[in-house]
């Protein structure tokens, strides 16, 4: 196991000792007690054993997921109250130690200070939030779909496509998935929202084309007048995975680009389209992962746009919103919307549309969800309709995205945004 599960390990251990205090001083059954010890043990141990039962030529299994799951829940909660209690500690032995030096004789002669009843209550109670929140995320959050709309406003949008509608969807994860019955209903809330054409920006699968199997027939229901068109993510390439050659990668690879076609999607692999209406023309530009950090760099912008007019209306899919912050805005060419996922909002932080929108994968990447300008340019990043890792989602629900794009017609500026 690596040192980074080993670190995350004792870090677990620690947070449930101190967490136990808290329970110990609460709960004065034994049995319970005991209980309480052995379910942080039980989750510890099954995490360990499904990682050592990893198959990479497979992916993460359900049961993989879950076990995951309950060893975040459990380490928030261990984690949370033993805070708490570890501070109390340290007054406590503060408070001996000046007992001991200032105090009369009768104080200092008394014994090590005992912890508090109500320090306890409010370990296990502030800790029991995101413990709790975890759990939901898991049984219900992954599957609490949300439709964001956003109406963006340009100036040189060609008439013929004022009020065109975009619905973006991205990060399917289909490896992950583990409820039918949800994603049908998912599919079905896409093509309600009628628009135009569908954009999906990639991760189809964790790592492996079999994966989509389940899921086929499902998402082959989805349905724009326009077509459905579609990017590649950087799990699509299979660098998740073992294989026992590299023939074996490129042959999977393959076959995801031939499911992508059996679903309906026009997979765009550095490749332009033209979208045409009443004689008028949008250019939709697709390029393959580009990310930094590690991530693959398959992307390229330049051969993507050729035979594209400089002076189009441009709407690029690019998987990974670091493209956008390092190659796309500086770029001669201007791109009016650039459509990204990738960051999935770290699936946990929390969102109050117009006041607050914090998750930690805001300090890894600077566009992380929702719309963002710049230089007359706008990206979207969607939050993603799957999930991976962690088998939930809290705060940072499952998104789909609704693009309507207006024709703004008093020349004052280039482009505005509003959420609806």
Not at 231 to 244: C, Q, S
Not at 292 to 297: A, C, L
Not at 314 to 321: A, E, N, Q, Y
Not at 366 to 381: F, L, R, T
Request: aromatic residues 16%; glycine residues 10%.
């Amino acid at each position: 196991m690596s040192r980074f599960f080993i670190f995350l390990g004792i870090i677990y251990l620690i947070g449930a000792f101190y967490g136990f205090q808290a329970f110990r001083t609460l709960v004065k059954n034994p049995y319970f007690q005991i209980l309480y010890a052995l379910s942080f043990v039980a989750v510890l141990i099954n995490v360990y054993v499904q990682f050592n039962h990893f198959d990479r030529a497979q992916g993460m299994s359900h049961s993989m997921g879950v076990a995951v799951g309950l060893f975040l829940a459990f380490m928030a909660l261990g984690f949370c109250s033993g805070i708490f209690m570890l501070l109390e500690d340290v007054v406590r032995f503060f408070t001996w130690i000046f007992g001991k030096l200032f105090s009369s004789e009768k104080i200092a002669s008394e014994g090590f200070p005992s912890r508090r009843k109500f320090m306890s209550q409010v370990a296990l109670g502030v800790a029991a939030v995101p413990f709790l929140s975890l759990l939901y995320g898991m049984y219900k959050g992954k599957y609490d779909y949300r439709v964001w709309k956003h109406t963006l406003e340009f100036d040189d949008l060609p008439d013929a496509f004022d009020g065109y509608r975009i619905t973006q969807i991205s990060d399917i994860h289909s490896g992950s998935l583990d409820n039918k019955e949800k994603i049908e209903y998912a599919v079905d809330l896409i093509n309600e929202q009628a628009s135009d054409v569908i954009l999906f920006t990639g991760d189809l699968v964790n790592s492996i084309a079999t994966e989509m199997y389940p899921w086929k027939n499902v998402f082959s229901k989805l349905k724009a007048k326009d077509g459905m068109f579609s990017v590649l993510g950087n799990h699509d390439y299979g660098d998740y995975a073992e294989w026992p050659s590299e023939e074996a990668k490129v042959a999977n690879l393959e076959e995801l680009k031939a499911i992508q076609e059996e679903i309906g999607f026009d997979l765009l692999l550095n490749e332009n389209r033209y979208l045409e209406r009443n004689g008028e023309k949008l250019a939709l530009i697709g390029v393959e992962n580009w990310g930094e950090g590690g991530f693959k760099k398959a992307g390229d912008l330049d051969k993507a746009i050729q035979s594209i007019d400089a002076n189009s209306f441009k709407i690029l899919m690019s998987h990974d919103p670091s493209h956008w912050q390092h190659q796309v805005i500086d770029h001669p060419y201007h791109f009016h919307l650039t459509l990204s996922g990738h960051t999935h909002g770290m699936q946990f932080g929390v969102e109050i549309p117009g006041w607050l929108k914090w998750s930690p994968v805001k300090y890894r990447y600077k566009y992380w969800a929702g719309v963002y300008e710049k230089m007359g340019q706008y990206i979207n990043v969607n939050r993603g309709l799957g999930f991976i890792g962690y088998p939930g989602r809290v705060g940072i629900w499952p998104e789909i995205t609704v693009i309507e794009l207006k024709k703004k017609h008093n020349n004052v500026g280039t482009s505005k945004s509003r959420i609806s």
